[in-house]
């Protein structure tokens, strides 16, 4: 990228620091960067002139990045539209208008006529810097309407009552919350649950009774372990409360019965550490999903008298460590599971009655399918979801009673000159270095590849806490794919493409696959003639910052730009430090450096503390002031320290939003803002700039 100015980039105070643990004494230079009230001046003001300096520099491809951003949105539906799903007896949907940020949640009685607005999210929003719609919940008897809503990016949410027939308001106003509710079958009395306001945590369940001040509540449940979160659910046939408890290797399950709001909760096993289960109910039985004696997890089921006895649970899908059992969903007359075979989703229909199982067929090399909104039980209706790399999301509607018997209900619609035959998929296995085999979703426009080693190569990651990239549909990516870019996902080790395995040897002491996974793909993919290994980009968010902050340390020559949005850099000192929210509850996935093994492994691969005196890639690195998962002084300290010690004319630039947290910005275009961003930063460099 051209430099414009001769501004030289913010140089940051070093204020020493020290910090002792298991006999080794650290300095932090940069440690006084920290400000929780996000209100001190000195903080301020160095977090502005790296705004300054980075607009500043980007000043010769703020044309591009228009370009660009013109071209994201350019291919969004104006008025696009949810399949609607029947609840009770209402069509409910959210809809879009042309311009506007944010959707329109609607019901009817007749499908496609009588439409009633449930909640305008454009009027909430408006005059907002920021506005984070939490959970929108309908009454049972369909009378109200409660919704969750944040305006500070903390994740931390008010609930309002809304009287849908009048449109009114209650006096009824939660807060602290985490932005979601349930409903008592009587229609007065409510669950939710109240965050920390250090931690951020969700660790108390309080019910309240419409009409009353929120002072009255009674806390019902409160969760003492900080390693683990809580959530509230319902049953399917909504006769259960469901409270979950979760930890990275641990869950446990309370229920309560709908119709009675004010007994307790009781969990239905013992929480045992290591067991993770879920349930599905239906009649008096219930199945479950769990571990226990099963790595890759089985399915079998008990009556609800029995849950209890583990001694009662009969099998009724067995353990197969090719195969990772995901989920599943139970209807009147189907059980439907949801697998993951070789990286691939896989979705298997078991009639109860005579009918032989059968499974749905897909035919991209990479592709994503899953269970989309099936509200009832009694119905021989499914509907899921599929897409790909190169086919935009897809809503399928089946007739379980006939094999394969399914409808096109909706796909998204991409406006402009969308061909997807002009673009290949490919699915390819890369070896590493310890003999793994990575899978990589791969997709390219097919007139400017030819395998000879010249495309520019755009390579994502994140490989943790066993969440699964997807190689689904991004109308953005055609951005950079008409520019001749490659598109890669490296889908490395801690993240759960190839079973709980994957995951198991991508944390803790194995978090090292991690980082050597994604650089071995890059030198394979180069090797293969997939990409110039010199004009190789990558990208990673939140921990998959931490995957750019530890790649661009350990072979900074195998890229030649790299973006780390909100990175989790600092891992040792954040880890140490139970006030930083969701510090404790993480101690599974990463380990707790109180301990000394952790401590040393954990030290020996953090982004921050590994900063060494070398070259580095050209680095855009972005967080939000007011991000509730990784703060803002993790990424602001990692620059400093970098500034000081890299050894390139290479720039580096830091985008503080100001007003955003962990999310970016809010609103269906103006999330775009920061793609076109990341797009231009890298394209601009590469020359593609036209």
Not at 518 to 540: I, K, P
Not at 624 to 639: C, I, M, N, R, T
Request: aromatic residues 12%.
């Amino acid at each position: 990228m051209k430099t414009v100015t001769s501004m030289q980039p913010p140089v940051a105070d070093k204020i020493p620091y020290e910090m002792n643990m298991h006999g080794l004494q650290r300095t932090d230079n940069y440690y006084w960067m920290r400000d929780d009230e996000r209100q001190e001046p000195k903080v301020i003001e160095y977090l502005e002139a790296e705004n300054t300096y980075k607009k500043a520099q980007f000043l010769p491809y703020e044309s591009l990045q228009q370009t660009l951003f013109d071209e994201l949105v350019g291919r969004l539906d104006k008025d696009e539209s949810s399949v609607p799903y029947q609840w009770h007896s209402h069509w409910y949907c959210r809809r879009y208008q042309q311009g506007f940020e944010y959707p329109i949640a609607t019901r009817s009685l007749t499908l496609g006529e009588d439409e009633t607005i449930l909640l305008d999210v454009n009027l909430r929003a408006e005059g907002q810097d920021f506005y984070g719609l939490g959970g929108i919940n309908v009454s049972p008897d369909e009378s109200m309407l409660a919704f969750g809503e944040d305006l500070l990016s903390r994740r931390i949410y008010k609930i309002y009552f809304k009287v849908i027939e009048s449109g009114e308001l209650l006096d009824d106003i939660l807060e602290g919350t985490d932005g979601h509710l349930v409903w008592a079958n009587d229609n007065q009395y409510v669950f939710y649950i109240k965050k920390d306001p250090q931690t951020l945590l969700g660790n108390q369940v309080f019910r309240h009774q419409l009409g009353t001040e929120q002072a009255q509540d009674v806390l019902v449940y409160e969760e003492f372990d900080d390693s683990y979160y809580i959530g509230l659910g319902k049953s399917l046939d909504e006769t259960r409360i469901v409270l979950y408890h979760e930890s990275t290797i641990t869950s446990e399950i309370s229920e309560l019965d709908a119709n009675r709001p004010l007994d307790k909760f009781r969990p239905l096993l013992a929480r045992e550490e290591g067991h993770e289960y879920s349930v599905a109910k239906l009649g008096d039985e219930y199945y479950i999903l769990t571990n226990w004696l099963a790595e890759n997890f089985r399915l079998m089921k008990v009556n609800e008298s029995e849950f209890s006895d583990k001694s009662k649970w009969q099998q009724v899908i067995a353990t197969d460590p090719n195969s990772r059992i995901e989920d599943i969903l139970l209807l009147e007359d189907f059980l439907i599971v949801q697998t993951r075979v070789n990286g691939l989703s896989h979705i298997e229909i078991r009639p109860f009655g005579q009918q032989k199982p059968y499974q749905l067929i897909f035919s991209d090399p990479a592709y994503v399918a899953g269970l989309d909104m099936n509200a009832s039980q009694q119905t021989n209706k499914l509907r899921i979801y599929y897409s790909s790399l190169t086919t935009p999301e897809s809503i399928y509607e089946y007739d379980l009673t006939q094999a394969s018997a399914r409808i096109l209900l909706k796909q998204e619609k991409i406006l402009g000159d969308f061909n997807s035959e002009c673009y290949q998929t490919e699915r390819v296995f890369i070896g590493t270095r310890d003999g793994a085999k990575v899978p990589v979703s791969l997709v390219y426009r097919k007139d400017t590849f030819n395998k000879d080693g010249t495309n520019p190569l755009y390579q994502y990651g994140y490989g943790a806490y066993g969440h699964t990239i997807e190689p689904d549909f991004d109308s953005a990516v055609l951005s950079l794919l008409d520019r001749g870019v490659v598109y890669a996902i490296a889908h490395v080790r801690g993240g759960e493409m190839l079973g709980r395995p994957w995951y198991d040897n991508g944390r803790m002491l194995n978090k090292q696959n991690s980082f050597n996974d994604f650089v071995d793909v890059t030198q394979a993919l180069t090797e293969q003639g997939y990409a110039d290994s010199q004009r190789v980009v990558a990208a990673g968010g939140s921990a998959g910052g931490l995957l750019m902050g530890a790649v661009v340390n350990q072979a900074p020559e195998r890229y030649f730009a790299v973006a780390a949005h909100v990175p989790f850099v600092d891992i040792v000192t954040t880890m140490l430090d139970e006030s930083i929210p969701l510090t404790t509850n993480e101690y599974d996935e990463w380990g707790n450096p109180n301990k000394k093994a952790y401590f040393d492994y954990m030290l020996s691969y953090s982004p921050y503390d590994q900063v060494k005196r070398q070259a580095y890639p050209h680095l855009l690195v972005t967080t939000g002031l007011h991000d509730s998962q990784v703060q803002y002084f993790e990424p602001a300290k990692w620059v400093a320290k970098l500034r000081d010690y890299k050894t390139d004319d290479h720039q580096l630039l830091f985008h503080i939003d100001m007003e955003a947290g962990h999310g970016g910005k809010s609103g269906r275009y103006r999330r775009y803002e920061d793609t076109a961003q990341e797009y231009a930063f890298f394209l601009g460099l590469l020359d593609l700039d036209k």
